[in-house]
């Protein structure tokens, strides 16, 4: 799974890219989307990572109520088939088992879980490497509910235009507003795994949606930051009920290797 | 549009020609490094032991890039660029001794910058993310130096028409600052 995840691109991102290709008004753009299309062929072809940095290996556990897990530790055997993957199919290993004191672990362990009990008899385990350059423009604030809607937009807007080149553009935005702090990140990095292109099921974040993609690509930042309209591929709006008092708003990064890899079992 | 075919090690009148925006195609022999390699090459150019350096930054290009390990039969793994203001602290060091050259991806600092214009150097930004494609301009590799940082090493590739854009040039101008000027919906 891991490594399936680093070496194939989803289709909706290569569709995504040639749309790009067709829109983008810039040659060094176009060019740009070119070269990643062809990058993720070779990727693809050779079985090798798309991108050097294969990411953090964030795991969403959707646990159906009904399913008894028998024979160990599910974490445990979440870790092993990370040390695994990551290991045997030559992807680079970038996690450092103590944030200050930053030895690498050898291995990419420990994932990050995230686990939602549902019902059913299912287990989903979705697998997301997020890459670190995109991860670290990322942002979140705590704004006042009187900031509302336009507070909301101007801050996602500052937030692309810090991040710039940055985070490897063309990138795909996730989104959470709402919830506490930790929710709002947490639906915020949900929201990347909606697949591109699909619509929001509130046509009124829907439209928020095509209005910040539209005003964060007239910025003029393009791919890689070298100019262009084809800075961001994709927002996605999550939102969840929040305090009367607060309106948290988060925004994760995606680069364009945006990979993700679901199996059910 | 016209690339410019740059082969190593670079003169200052070669880096000085470079406009910002023009595309160039990088030959001959690159060296790599990131955070952890830059803050030893520096601690040593700051105890004043320059002969010690992986190697003499004179007329040459660093590439910061940690790659992914080589699978059998290849020459290396993905290596795209990592985001480069990490490096900033140390890079002006680095220019001052006659760098040419730094490939990465993402904004410099002010100070970055103008070593630059101080001392003839150019950056240079690889496509993020291209890493697949840019191994494929990687005709050998081999780690120079610091073999215990593992992806962080420093490494000597030889590499043949990687492609590249011109972000900063000799004259101060910022291609992240005009392109944004150029197509930005007013
Ligand atoms: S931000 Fe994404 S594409 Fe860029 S280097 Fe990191 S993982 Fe790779």
Same mark, same amino acid.
């Given at each position: 799974?891991?490594?399936?995840?680093?070496?194939?691109?989803?289709?909706?991102?290569?569709?995504?890219?040639?749309?790009?290709?067709?829109?983008?008004?810039?040659?060094?753009?176009?060019?740009?989307?070119?070269?990643?299309?062809?990058?993720?062929?070779?990727?693809?072809?050779?079985?090798?990572?798309?991108?050097?940095?294969?990411?953090?290996?964030?795991?969403?556990?959707?646990?159906?109520?009904?399913?008894?897990?028998?024979?160990?530790?599910?974490?445990?055997?979440?870790?092993?088939?990370?040390?695994?993957?990551?290991?045997?199919?030559?992807?680079?290993?970038?996690?450092?088992?103590?944030?200050?004191?930053?030895?690498?672990?050898?291995?990419?362990? #420990? &994932? *990050? %879980?995230?686990?939602?009990?549902?019902? $059913?008899?299912?287990? @989903?385990?979705? !697998?997301?490497? =997020?890459?670190?350059?995109?991860?670290?423009?990322?942002?979140?604030?705590?704004?006042?509910?009187?900031?509302?809607?336009?507070?909301?937009?101007?801050?996602?807007?500052?937030?692309?235009?810090?991040?710039?080149?940055?985070?490897? #553009? &063309? *990138? %795909?935005?996730?989104?959470?507003?709402? $919830?506490?702090?930790? @929710?709002?990140? !947490?639906?915020? =990095?949900?929201?990347?795994?909606?697949?591109?292109?699909?619509?929001?099921?509130?046509?009124?974040?829907?439209?928020?949606?095509?209005?910040?993609?539209?005003?964060?690509?007239?910025?003029?930042?393009?791919?890689?930051?070298?100019?262009?309209?084809?800075?961001?591929?994709?927002?996605?709006?999550?939102?969840?009920?929040?305090?009367?008092?607060?309106?948290?708003?988060?925004?994760?990064?995606?680069?364009?290797?945006?990979?993700?890899?679901?199996?059910?079992? | 549009?016209?690339?410019?075919?740059?082969?190593?090690?670079?003169?200052?009148?070669?880096?000085?020609?470079?406009?910002?925006?023009?595309?160039?195609?990088?030959?001959?022999?690159?060296?790599?490094?990131?955070?952890?390699?830059?803050?030893?090459?520096?601690?040593?150019?700051?105890?004043?032991?320059?002969?010690?350096?992986?190697?003499?930054?004179?007329?040459?290009?660093?590439?910061?890039?940690?790659?992914?390990?080589?699978?059998?039969?290849?020459?290396?793994?993905?290596?795209?660029?990592?985001?480069?203001?990490?490096?900033?602290?140390?890079?002006?060091?680095?220019?001052?001794?006659?760098?040419?050259?730094?490939?990465?991806?993402?904004?410099?600092?002010?100070?970055?910058?103008?070593?630059?214009?101080?001392?003839?150097?150019?950056?240079?930004?690889?496509?993020?993310?291209?890493?697949?494609?840019?191994?494929?301009?990687?005709?050998?590799?081999?780690?120079?130096?610091?073999?215990?940082?593992?992806?962080?090493?420093?490494?000597?590739?030889?590499?043949?028409?990687?492609?590249?854009?011109?972000?900063?040039?000799?004259?101060?101008?910022?291609?992240?600052?005009?392109?944004?000027?150029?197509?930005?919906?007013?």
């Amino acid at each position: 799974m891991c490594q399936e995840a680093n070496f194939l691109l989803g289709e909706d991102v290569m569709e995504a890219f040639k749309k790009g290709c067709e829109t983008e008004v810039s040659n060094t753009g176009k060019e740009i989307l070119q070269i990643l299309i062809k990058n993720a062929e070779i990727a693809r072809e050779e079985q090798v990572p798309m991108c050097q940095d294969c990411g953090y290996a964030v795991v969403f556990l959707e646990l159906g109520q009904d399913v008894h897990i028998e024979g160990g530790d599910l974490y445990e055997a979440i870790t092993e088939g990370v040390r695994k993957g990551y290991t045997d199919g030559y992807l680079r290993k970038s996690i450092v088992g103590h944030p200050l004191e930053r030895k690498n672990t050898g291995d990419n362990t #420990p &994932p *990050v %879980i995230h686990t939602k009990i549902v019902p $059913g008899e299912n287990l @989903k385990i979705t !697998l997301a490497p =997020k890459g670190g350059g995109s991860e670290n423009m990322s942002q979140i604030k705590m704004m006042k509910p009187a900031d509302g809607v336009e507070g909301v937009k101007n801050f996602v807007i500052e937030v692309a235009k810090n991040a710039g080149p940055n985070p490897c #553009p &063309p *990138v %795909i935005l996730g989104v959470g507003i709402g $919830g506490t702090m930790e @929710k709002a990140a !947490l639906i915020a =990095k949900e929201a990347l795994l909606r697949e591109i292109g699909s619509v929001n099921e509130d046509p009124e974040m829907a439209k928020l949606e095509a209005e910040l993609l539209e005003k964060i690509n007239n910025l003029g930042i393009g791919p890689q930051g070298l100019g262009g309209r084809t800075f961001c591929l994709a927002v996605h709006i999550k939102t969840y009920a929040a305090h009367i008092a607060s309106l948290p708003v988060a925004v994760n990064i995606n680069c364009h290797a945006a990979r993700h890899k679901e199996v059910v079992l | 549009m016209t690339q410019i075919r740059l082969t190593t090690p670079l003169t200052d009148e070669d880096v000085e020609k470079l406009r910002i925006g023009q595309q160039v195609l990088v030959n001959g022999v690159i060296y790599t490094g990131r955070d952890a390699a830059h803050k030893r090459m520096v601690d040593l150019i700051k105890a004043g032991k320059v002969n010690e350096l992986p190697f003499d930054p004179k007329g040459q290009i660093i590439y910061y890039v940690g790659p992914s390990p080589t699978k059998p039969g290849r020459v290396v793994g993905s290596c795209g660029p990592t985001t480069s203001y990490r490096m900033d602290p140390y890079a002006p060091e680095l220019y001052k001794l006659g760098l040419k050259a730094s490939i990465g991806k993402g904004k410099r600092s002010p100070e970055v910058i103008e070593a630059m214009k101080k001392y003839k150097g150019v950056y240079l930004a690889a496509i993020g993310g291209a890493a697949a494609l840019i191994a494929k301009c990687i005709k050998s590799a081999k780690v120079i130096a610091y073999p215990d940082l593992g992806a962080e090493a420093v490494h000597e590739f030889v590499v043949e028409d990687f492609p590249m854009v011109v972000v900063n040039d000799t004259l101060g101008g910022d291609l992240y600052q005009e392109g944004i000027k150029i197509y930005a919906v007013k």
